[in-house]
């Protein structure tokens, strides 16, 4: 399969640019209890501060100076625009690997990682854990197309990412992922085993449920895991209730006022990252806001939000003859919540390596580069 990519250089029209510009601006605030900070959902005064600095002082242009630096392409695979950077790795025998990201995320995620993964020897380590890396958008997501059809789910993506894998000459190569990532490199495990030399997962698909004969299989640890996903519902997945159930709704008002994308996309940096409740004690703002401007600029806050109900109708139930059979890495990032025991995912996959890692939460490539860098070396190491 040849490689029919095309290079890819980001540049958005200033009109959008100043329209964002116009829509911030003109903000129509609500009202807050006073003294609630983010209690009640984003931080109505936070907010404000950051989208007049989002108005005045953040550079969007300098962000795409620095993302063109990299060896950005696009390609499109049964109909499906994906963009990805592709960078070669250097050293004796680069292993092929696909990292994905997840909501609300993107590719900006990895950013971080390249010069570790790739170039081992730049950070003064061993040029032989050089990887080939692929980082793809999803569907939906910056600067791939938006699915103009239903099914776009992990499975479907998965089934993309092999053929992107395979025209780009890597014909077996690993795969990383957290979020839904974490599913898609699930689900490149299980249907296209012969091509995965092994997955690395620092989140464990939020719909995987292994097959058992009675939920009086499960010991006490399972079943307090099982009831720290139903609290955790009930506390913060009402985004992800929308998301699975009527996602236009949100959207309409998402796609149409950047306040309210920044409001929807940083209370999740915020609450799911290991920041011990400031959001910029681990994110530089310019980072933040590069992240929203990506959703903004390229209208797919509609589109990603869409994964999620794509995902509910396709889920990563597993049945009595399934199993991942490839070997398995996984990094447990303490912020990282709520998170299984080894034993529940013990029975969906074949772990061959569990780190408990000292820092970071959901956003684990974002946060913490170094160590997410030395445990996918670590892991992928005896396979080479």
């Given amino acids: 399969m040849a490689d029919t990519s095309v290079p890819f250089t980001i540049g958005v029209e200033q009109s959008v640019l100043d329209d964002l510009a116009h829509r911030l601006a003109r903000t129509r605030w609500p009202d807050a209890v006073v003294g609630t900070g983010w209690t009640q959902g984003a931080d109505v005064e936070y907010l404000r501060e950051l989208a007049e600095y989002w108005r005045t002082e953040f550079d969007w242009r300098d962000i795409e100076r620095r993302l063109n630096q990299l060896p950005n392409r696009r390609m499109t695979i049964d109909g499906s625009l994906i963009h990805f950077i592709h960078m070669t790795g250097r050293g004796p025998n680069p292993i092929p690997i696909v990292l994905t990201h997840g909501w609300p995320g993107s590719f900006l995620e990895f950013l971080d990682t390249l010069t570790g993964l790739t170039d081992p020897a730049a950070d003064g380590d061993d040029p032989r854990d050089a990887f080939h890396v692929v980082v793809p958008s999803l569907p939906g997501f910056g600067f791939s197309g938006r ?147 990506l959703y903004w600029v390229t209208q797919t806050i509609a589109s990603a939000n869409r994964l999620y109900y794509e995902a509910a109708r396709r889920p990563l139930h597993f049945a009595p003859d399934k199993r991942v059979e490839v070997p398995c890495g996984v990094a447990r990032f303490p912020k990282e919540a709520p998170f299984p025991p080894r034993q529940w995912v013990e029975r969906g996959y074949r772990i061959e390596r569990w780190t408990a890692m000292a820092r970071g939460g959901h956003f684990a490539a974002w946060e913490e580069p170094r160590a997410f860098v030395d445990d996918v070396r670590a892991f992928f190491r005896p396979m080479r």
């Fill in 147 to 293: 699915p103009v059809r239903p099914g776009m789910n992990v499975f479907r993506i998965a089934d993309l990412w092999a053929k992107l894998m395979a025209s780009l000459g890597h014909t077996r190569f690993g795969a990383q992922g957290g979020d839904f990532g974490a599913g898609v490199a699930t689900a490149l495990a299980l249907e296209h085993p012969d091509r995965i030399i092994g997955i690395h997962l620092n989140y464990i698909p939020g719909s995987y449920r292994p097959w058992l004969q009675s939920h009086d299989a499960l010991d006490a640890e399972e079943r307090r895991f099982l009831l720290d996903v139903s609290q955790w519902d009930d506390e913060y997945g009402a985004y992800a209730h929308v998301q699975r159930t009527t996602p236009q709704t949100a959207s309409l008002g998402l796609n149409d006022s950047p306040a309210a994308l920044a409001g929807w996309l940083i209370e999740k940096y915020r609450a799911w990252s290991d920041c011990e409740g400031d959001v910029e004690r681990r994110f530089a703002r310019e980072d933040l806001l590069a992240q929203v401007t």
